[in-house]
């Protein structure tokens, strides 16, 4: 993958609250959507669940937030640095942090696209170690995910290393891409009311979290096709190459994420499809590339299908 050189980097759609305090106190719901890829085993509990509507999930919930929406008392964003090592889009070829800039505007221009005015764009949170959102506090451990109570998409950068560390990934600024595109995903869903759909607490093969998360997988897929050709406020595209190694390594990521993965590798063991709450590795691969070949949200209708793969 390799960005454009040249090009303006927009960080105002970043709150880095690295190195920030903020304690892990309660919050409003429980609706939080990550990638299903938590540390220890499954972690199934709260944070690795999207349930949406409720207290913390309706769409209109969170409507107007300032910049700073979903801060803790005594916590703080300090964008300073990110802007002046993201200054250049070319920086995304050398730093983890600035491309995750480059793929946040990118991605949020594609959805703009495809929806227009009922998209309206969101942050994503740099955090270290833990932070405090309105869906609870969460931990690195978490792995990334969204709140729709706040609407913001929030990571622990030092994610991606465990990708690779722990679940055998190969790894790549692709598949980082797919992750974050992958929470945005989530907020589409928010947006539009598709998380209304899922019953709180619901798990198995064919329950309404997994098929939100395979439709999050999809539109991942969806954006990544258009992604060398989305223009920023340029007028051209942030990202200038997608290659075929660069795919092979997010279907890589996408079968290390899946729940039999990480049952059989980093839980007990013992593979049950009755706890399933994101999808299988071989059907977050499909769905991933159904978005992909397709470049069609429309094609990404993982509630009416009987055949989820």
């Given amino acids: 993958m390799r960005y454009r050189e040249g090009g303006d980097l927009d960080?105002?759609?970043?709150?880095?609250r690295r190195g920030r305090s903020g304690g892990l106190g309660g919050g409003r719901g429980i609706a939080v959507g990550g990638g299903g890829i938590g540390l220890v085993g499954l972690l199934v509990i709260v944070l690795v669940q999207v349930l949406g509507g409720g207290s913390g999930g309706g769409a209109g919930t969170g409507a107007g937030l300032g910049a700073l929406a979903g801060l803790a008392e005594g916590e703080t964003a300090d964008n300073a640095a990110l802007e002046q090592s993201c200054d250049d889009s070319g920086d995304a070829n050398d730093s983890v942090e600035c491309a995750v800039v480059a793929d946040v505007e990118s991605i949020q221009d594609f959805w703009t696209q495809q929806l227009g005015p009922q998209y309206v764009p969101t942050q994503t949170v740099f955090f270290s170690g833990q932070v405090q959102t309105q869906c609870g506090g969460?931990?690195?451990?978490?792995?990334?995910?969204?709140?729709?109570a706040d609407r913001l998409v929030y990571i622990d950068l030092s994610f991606f290393d465990t990708l690779r560390s722990q679940f055998g990934a190969q790894g790549g600024a692709f598949p980082n891409s797919y992750v974050i595109a992958h929470e945005y995903g989530h907020h589409v869903q928010n947006l539009l009311g598709t998380n209304q759909q899922v019953t709180p607490g619901e798990s198995g093969p064919t329950s309404?979290?997994?098929?939100?998360?395979l439709q999050a997988d999809c539109y991942a897929g969806a954006w990544a096709n258009h992604a060398t050709t989305v223009p920023d406020e340029s007028g051209a595209p942030l990202i200038a190459e997608i290659t075929q190694d660069d795919v092979d390594r997010a279907l890589d990521t996408a079968g290390r994420i899946g729940d039999d993965f990480i049952q059989e590798n980093l839980g007990g063991g013992n593979v049950d499809q009755d706890a399933f709450t994101?999808?299988?590795?071989?059907?977050?691969?499909?769905?991933?590339?159904?978005?992909?070949?397709?470049?069609?949200?429309?094609?990404?209708?993982?509630?009416?299908?009987?055949?989820?793969?």
């Fill in 11 to 16: 960080t105002s759609s970043i709150q880095d």
């Fill in 138 to 148: 969460a931990t690195s451990g978490s792995g990334p995910f969204y709140c729709p």
């Fill in 278 to 309: 994101h999808g299988s590795s071989e059907q977050r691969q499909r769905w991933f590339l159904t978005g992909y070949e397709t470049g069609d949200p429309a094609r990404c209708d993982t509630f009416t299908t009987d055949d989820l793969g």
């Fill in 208 to 213: 309404g979290a997994v098929r939100l998360e």
